[in-house]
Nanobody, 121 residues
Framework: QVQVVESGGGLVQAGGSLRLSCAAS????????MGWYRQPPGKQRELVAS???????NYADSVKGRFTISRDNAKSTVHLQMNSLKPEDTAVYFC???????????????WGQGTQVTVSS
């Protein structure tokens, strides 16, 4: 199995910065895409940013120019640097990894438990 654990959430004032980190561990053979989703209060989960194993990022329009996603393939980690935070960025942020486990021929999506980010105005 694969475990995905996020860290780095918290409370910050508008205009501030936070850095989220995520580590995948377990019987991992290979990880394809990794990414971050968020779920604001009372709303559906939405993609924030994703990154391929080759390092190509993809961002939601709402965070372009403010958030930066990066990964370390050797450590199976992904990070989300969030700058110029706005109150509307308040949400639970989830990390996801599309991974193959040892002895399995297909990829599954694995999710972390989420970390709360609160931006005060």
């Amino acid at each position: 199995q694969v475990q995905v654990v996020e860290s780095g959430g918290g409370l910050v004032q508008a205009g501030g910065s936070l850095r989220l980190s995520c580590a995948a561990s377990g019987s991992i053979f290979r990880i394809n895409d990794m990414g971050w989703y968020r779920q604001p209060p009372g709303k559906q989960r939405e993609l924030v940013a994703s990154i391929t194993s080759g390092g190509t990022p993809n961002y939601a329009d709402s965070v372009k120019g403010r958030f930066t996603i990066s990964r370390d393939n050797a450590k199976s980690t992904v990070h989300l640097q969030m700058n110029s935070l706005k109150p509307e960025d308040t949400a639970v942020y989830f990390c996801t990894a599309k991974a193959r486990t040892t002895g399995v021929a297909f990829y599954n999506d694995y999710w972390g438990q989420g970390t709360q980010v609160t931006v005060s105005s």
